[in-house]
């Protein structure tokens, strides 16, 4: 009886309930739970110092402060430069400036003294003329009713229109005759002894001198006495 039903075991093999998946003793332990738990371990965030290999060690303090000195200093040094090329500049420009100042002046001068001295050129051109009037007036007489008379009384009322018309443009006939010789007014043409007359002195005008307002535009022709 036993064997037969040992017989009817080995044909018919009971059946065992499966135990559940995670009482596996391979599904614990098996490859494919270390694939998941590798990755995130080799996969993680880095340390910097395991990144870098060493760990810096902070700079002492005398060395910071030291380099800060050294910042500090160069400033002062670019600060020194700057306040000596602005001064520089600004010296230049006051340089400039004076110079313009002057420049400009220089310039109002002479302007104004070519408006003043504008006519300058004109009288020195009638200058001639009035000497070659004076000279043709001088061979009158007294007798007034001659024909030479008659002639040069013609002459003279030219002669009166020019003085006129120096005088309007302020020409001044310069006096010489018996005054003390002076370079700045005459020019000595020729010298002689003269009784009762001290050296120095114009004892005879051979051209007479102008002053064209406060310029001498010509100087007086004299003998002087020695």
């Keep these: 009886m036993k064997e037969e039903n040992k017989n009817e075991e080995l044909k018919h093999p009971r059946h065992e309930e499966p135990k559940p998946h ?7 332990h098996g490859p494919h739970e270390e694939h998941h738990e590798h990755p995130r371990h080799e996969h993680g965030p880095k340390h910097p110092h395991h990144e870098h290999g060493s760990h810096e060690e902070p700079k002492p303090h005398h060395e910071k402060r030291g ?7 160069d400033l002062e040094e670019h600060m020194k430069k700057l306040e000596t090329s602005l001064k520089e500049a600004e010296d230049k420009a006051m340089r400039e400036k004076a110079e313009a100042i002057n420049y400009r002046k220089r310039k109002d001068e002479e302007v104004a003294r070519m408006m ?3 006519s300058e050129d004109m009288v020195k051109e009638m200058l001639p003329i009035v000497d070659s009037f004076e000279r043709a007036i001088e061979m009158d007489d007294d007798n007034l009713d001659d024909e030479v008379s008659k002639f040069l009384a013609g002459f003279k009322m030219i002669y009166c229109n020019l003085v006129h018309m120096l005088e309007k443009y302020e020409v001044k006939e310069i006096e010489a005759m018996g005054k003390e010789f002076d370079a700045n007014f005459h020019q000595a ?3 002689e002894p003269k009784d009762g007359v001290e050296p120095g002195m114009v004892i005879e005008v051979l051209q007479k001198g102008y002053i064209y307002k406060d310029k001498v535009i010509r100087p007086s ?5 020695e």
């Design 189 to 191: 043409v020729l010298t």
């Design 221 to 225: 022709m004299v003998k002087v006495s």
């Design 67 to 73: 380099h800060e000195n050294k910042i500090v200093h």
């Design 116 to 118: 003043k001295y504008a």
């Design 22 to 28: 995670h009482d596996h003793p391979h599904h614990e």
